[in-house]
């Protein structure tokens, strides 16, 4: 995987809270967010040479790679916290599906263009109001990590947003499409903000901030971007959950599958 | 919903003859307040898009600390046939480069 900084391995981990119930619901949340960026980034990665146009490809692969980046800091820093000899690559490549904690969400094949930028608006924008607290945590390794991301997100947001409005209020077919995603996407967006026993730990020991907070913020960008592209947001209905605890879709398996190959077939092999 | 989302915004521009969307000069400021330097093209449907693609192209390794990006429709530029009469009358004129003069001493020579 690659390094865009320093890894924290064999650096000291400031768990703020030593006890190991803190100490354990961190390292799952680190799980969870570091496993919803490596599993988008690689979703994004694959329309590498297939975007519509060079530009857009070359701006999907860039965050993409923001995404695998921050998804490498975090990890590493979830192996180090967990302290069982596990560094950010044996979680990402010798993990399976049912170990893996990111959303339903990001793990949906990338579907057509209009299908990959909702996603991404829509993860985004939580990923942004969610990193805004992380970077004040007593965790100050987490908060640092945060705060880089913070920024990157805030280009994804911004660049992901301003296809939302150009599809949905572009041409009939766009349009379709666009409402189509949002349509097909919506009844996943809640589990980005379900919280169970890991949160409340955390929350109370001030090391991450309280997810209901954000949903609202969340819901109010999204909003008023997917009204400006003259799409509807869905009715309010079911929404399906299970990635948080390993119940994964089919997706999920083949992706790894490509992903973890090398690793699978070399073990431990270098370039 | 609206029902008038197939008719262009505003803020699109045409696309031009060739079927691909408007061509866009990027221009980027190196860091350290270096002056603006061409650093190629863009294809974008307008000036929000042209800007990001500039940025996802030509700035994502650190390159710059601004990007100006303009049509590159509304740059008017020299042609060959210039070549002669707007630059070799510079040539065999080299007093116009200042250093037939003399420095005085005390003055730092860059």
């Known amino acids: 995987m690659p390094r865009p900084a320093a890894s924290s391995v064999g650096r000291p981990i400031a768990v703020t809270a030593s006890d190991s119930t803190t100490r354990s619901a961190l390292v799952q949340f680190l799980l969870r967010l570091g496993d919803d960026r490596l599993v988008l980034g690689h979703r994004l990665s694959e329309w590498c040479g297939h975007g519509p146009i060079l530009e857009e490809d070359i701006a999907l692969a860039n965050i993409a790679l923001d995404l695998v980046g921050q998804a490498a800091l975090l990890l590493d820093l979830a192996g180090a916290t967990e302290d069982a000899g596990r560094d950010g690559d044996a979680l990402a490549y010798l993990r399976e599906a049912i170990d893996y904690r990111n959303v339903l969400l990001v793990e949906l094949p990338k579907g057509d263009f209009a299908f990959t930028v909702v996603r991404q608006f829509l993860f985004s924008v939580a990923a942004y109001y969610q990193l805004e607290g992380i970077a004040r945590s007593t965790q100050t390794d987490l908060a640092g990590i945060a705060a880089k991301a913070l920024k990157e997100t805030r280009y994804h947001v911004r660049h992901a947003g301003e296809w939302v409005i150009k599809l949905g209020d572009g041409t009939d077919e766009s349009h379709a499409r666009t409402q189509s995603a949002l349509d097909g996407l919506w009844r996943y967006t809640g589990e980005m903000f379900q919280t169970d026993a890991v949160d409340a730990a955390l929350v109370g020991a001030g090391l991450v901030p309280d997810l209901t907070t954000v949903e609202p913020r969340w819901l109010a960008q999204v909003t008023d971007v997917i009204e400006r592209a003259t799409l509807t947001i869905p009715a309010a209905g079911y929404m399906q959950r299970g990635g948080r605890s390993g119940r994964h879709t089919e997706h999920l398996g083949i992706m790894l599958a490509e992903m973890q190959i090398l690793q699978r077939s070399y073990p431990g092999a270098k370039w | ?110």
């Open chain 2, 1 to 110: 919903m609206a029902d008038d989302h197939s008719a262009a915004p505003a803020s699109v521009a045409t696309t031009s003859r060739d079927g691909q969307w408007p061509l866009w000069e990027v221009f980027l400021q190196p860091p350290r307040g270096a002056p603006f330097e061409h650093a190629g093209s863009v294809h974008a449907v307008d000036a929000e898009s042209a800007l990001q693609n500039a940025r996802d192209v030509y700035a994502r390794r650190g390159e710059a600390v601004n990007i100006w990006v303009v049509p590159t429709t509304a740059i008017t530029a020299s042609t060959p046939e210039d070549v002669g009469p707007f630059f070799d009358p510079g040539n065999d004129k080299p007093y116009r480069h200042p250093q037939f003069y003399s420095v005085p001493r005390g003055v730092r020579v860059y």
